[in-house]
């Protein structure tokens, strides 16, 4: 098919919106909510963008989430994040292996699991706060992403992990080289090889000491009895520590921000933190920070909503769009974080491979959002909204840099 004609993905917010998902995908959900866009490379795929059709698709099994299956959209995926190459976890493997695999780290991140470790997000948060807290006046602005969104994400998957206290410099150094955009390319490659050795090393030590964490016990419940292989492991902890990690960062930057503007909210969270689940909730609603996926291959032909998806081909699902559809949403664009089914959002997918981490990102929310209201409340940005650097260029959105002050 030529692809000449057809529109292209939008990715673009609308411009003095950035809060609003990329501009095109409203009109598109209303005149056709199944509709053909060009791809970067070339190629075309379906782009969904009415919540009941995300849903369909994200829980047809007849879509394949395996990027090697014919028709897969796989341009513009990586967007200048990490490129784990071999070591391709679950999130991009089809049933039986992907339950399989799954089912291995399911109880890791059940909500009992995670609601334990709250006090330990919490003293992670509170460090993470007095450290800001001594920053001296002169050296403000405090860059909110440094030194609060991106740490925290990543000292609890450290923890969870099971790397070791002494390393969790180099961790952050190298996760944060790879998310950052001020980077050259060359160097954010190096950076993934080095932790690719770095967790390959991790992975040794643990088989030969295992502590009380996912790889070790992977290690020892089933690498041990022959159930999962050393690449199997690394690429659990890659995809883990990936996902797990710029996903929740880039909330907690957007969420912070839009409370600093949204004084009115912010006041009615610190009157009544009980409102905190609801407004993670809302959060994640309104921002859907994955901005141009998730994306299938349809496995067979396949019907959604009235039109036909034929095998090979492929689909992106718009989850900003779906979570801004006036049908299950009314007055969708608006903040409202006591909107009574917030909760049914797509912002962590939906079927099979709904966000595994979906419990421990709620709590790192809630916990950092609640500790910035109650020890910042004067907290706001330190230059105008236009001059922020947001993500426009990745594929999950969110902020570059947030300077605040105080
Ligand atoms: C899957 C979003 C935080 C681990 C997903 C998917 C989405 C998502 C949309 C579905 C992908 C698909 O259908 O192809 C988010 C958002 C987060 C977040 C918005 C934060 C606000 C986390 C955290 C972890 C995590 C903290 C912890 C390790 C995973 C894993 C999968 C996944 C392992 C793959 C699940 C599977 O394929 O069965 N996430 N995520 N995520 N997420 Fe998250």
Redesign the pocket.
């Known amino acids: 098919m030529t692809t000449a004609a057809l529109p292209a993905l939008p990715t673009q917010p609308p411009s003095g919106c950035p809060f609003d998902p990329p501009a095109g995908l409203a009109r598109l959900r209303i005149e056709e909510p199944l509709s053909k866009v060009a791809l970067d490379d070339g190629g075309w795929a379906w782009l969904a963008t009415r919540y009941a059709d995300v849903r369909a698709i ?1 829980g047809d099994t007849r879509f394949s ?1 395996d990027t090697s299956t014919p028709g897969y959209p796989i341009s513009g995926m990586t967007g200048g994040g990490p490129r784990p190459g071999a070591t391709r ?3 991009r493997m089809d049933p039986p292996e ?1 339950t399989r695999l ?1 089912r291995l780290v399911t109880r890791d ?1 059940m909500v009992k699991r995670i609601e334990a470790l709250r006090p330990t997000l919490q003293k992670l948060t509170d460090e993470l706060c007095d450290a800001m807290e001594r920053v001296d006046r002169s050296e403000h602005p405090v860059d909110l992403v440094k030194a609060l969104a991106l740490p925290l ?1 990543s000292l609890a ?1 450290s923890l969870l992990l099971g790397v070791p206290y002494e390393d969790h410099d180099t961790f952050q150094r190298l996760t944060g080289a790879l998310l950052s955009r001020e980077i050259p390319e060359e160097d954010r490659g190096a950076a993934r090889t080095e932790l690719l050795t770095y967790i390959d090393n991790l992975v040794e030590t643990k088989k030969a000491e295992p502590g009380d964490d996912i790889l070790s016990r992977l290690i020892t419940e089933q690498y041990d009895i022959g159930e999962l292989t050393h690449d199997d492991l690394v690429a659990f902890a890659v ?2 520590l990936v ?2 990690h710029e ?2 960062a880039n ?1 907690i930057g957007l969420s912070a921000l839009t409370l600093m503007l949204d004084r009115e909210t912010a006041d009615l969270l610190r009157e009544d933190p009980s409102l905190i689940r609801g407004a993670v909730e809302e959060l ?1 609603r309104f921002h859907s ?2 901005r141009n ?3 299938r291959a349809a496995l067979e032909d396949v019907e959604v909503g009235g039109r036909l998806i034929r095998k090979g081909e492929g689909v992106i699902v718009a ?1 900003p769009s779906a979570n801004r559809d006036e049908d299950t949403f009314p007055d969708a664009g608006r903040l409202d974080i006591r909107r009574p089914n917030a909760q049914h959002h797509v ?3 939906y ?8 419990a ?2 709620r709590a ?2 809630q916990v950092v959002i609640t500790t910035l209201l109650r020890r910042f409340p004067g907290m706001r940005p330190a230059v105008p909204v236009e001059e922020i650097p947001f993500r426009t260029d990745m594929v999950i959105y969110g902020c570059h840099a947030l300077p605040v002050t105080w």
């Open positions: 994200l989430s976890g679950f999130i992907h799954r991140f994400p998957i995809l883990l996902a797990g996903t929740t909330m994640l920070i994955i996926g998730p994306r989850v912002a962590f997918g079927g099979i491979h709904q966000c595994l981490g979906q421990l990102a790192e929310l």
